[in-house]
Structures are given as structure tokens and as C-alpha cells.
């Protein structure tokens, strides 16, 4: 069974950067396709960007573009999030998702983290 847990959240102020982790556990990390959602206050969770399985694709929100990447550690079976450039808007709890893609990819993303708080001031 798999099972992701987030840290790495935080407060910080508008420019600022933060790292977020997710740690994986539970089948076979290159197996596993990882992405990021946020869900801010009052609104929906929304995709902020994912991370293929073999770690050679990933795609972002574009709200994110250029700010923020995506990466994975084999060697720590973690998915990281780097944050910069920070501003109010990227504020909410972070979650990580995660579904199979190898042997047979699926589509849905099925197993959620609890996540991680994210607030950034002016």
C-alpha cells in the first residue's frame, strides 16, 4: 500500500523560496508517477505539477512556469517541489499525489499525502 508524506511548508514572505518533500513509501518508487496540488482557502484543489515515473517528463500549472520544479531522489524515494519567487497567490496546503504507472499506467491519482501548509505575506 502506498503511503506519501509531505513537509517541508512553512511561512515565508513574498520572494522567498521553500522546498517541499514527499516521501514515498510502500511499492517501488520508479514505478510511481508523483504530482503537487494546492488548495487554498475557500477554493478548489488545483494541479501545480507532476513528475512521470521514469523521471523525464513533468509538466506545471502555468501559474507556476518557471518558478517552481519538480524533481524525484531514487535514492530517497522523495519527490521534491522547489519553490521561488513566492508570492501570496501560492499560499494553501500542499498535497502530494501519487498514482501507478509501471508496469500499467493508471490515470487517476490515488493515493493522497495529509499535506503541508504553505502561507507566504507581503
Known amino acids: 500500500q502506498v503511503q506519501l508524506v509531505e513537509s517541508g511548508g512553512g511561512s515565508v514572505q513574498t520572494g522567498d523560496s521553500l522546498r517541499l518533500s514527499c516521501a514515498t513509501s510502500?511499492?517501488?518508487?520508479?514505478?510511481?508517477?508523483v504530482a503537487w496540488f494546492r488548495q487554498a482557502p475557500g477554493k478548489e484543489r488545483t494541479f501545480v505539477a507532476r513528475?512521470?515515473?521514469?523521471?523525464?517528463?513533468?509538466d506545471y500549472a502555468v501559474s507556476v512556469k518557471g518558478r517552481f520544479t519538480i524533481s524525484r531522489d531514487r535514492d530517497r524515494n522523495t519527490v521534491y517541489l522547489q519553490m521561488n519567487n513566492l508570492s501570496p497567490e501560492d499560499a494553501g496546503i500542499y498535497f502530494c499525489?501519487?498514482?501507478?504507472?509501471?508496469?500499467?499506467?493508471?490515470?487517476?491519482?490515488?493515493?493522497w499525502g495529509r499535506g503541508t501548509q504553505v502561507t507566504v505575506s507581503s
Open positions: 513528475i512521470a515515473s521514469s523521471g523525464d517528463t513533468s
Open positions: 499525489a501519487a498514482r501507478i504507472e509501471r508496469p500499467f499506467p493508471t490515470a487517476d491519482w490515488s493515493v
Open positions: 510502500g511499492r517501488t518508487f520508479s514505478t510511481l508517477g
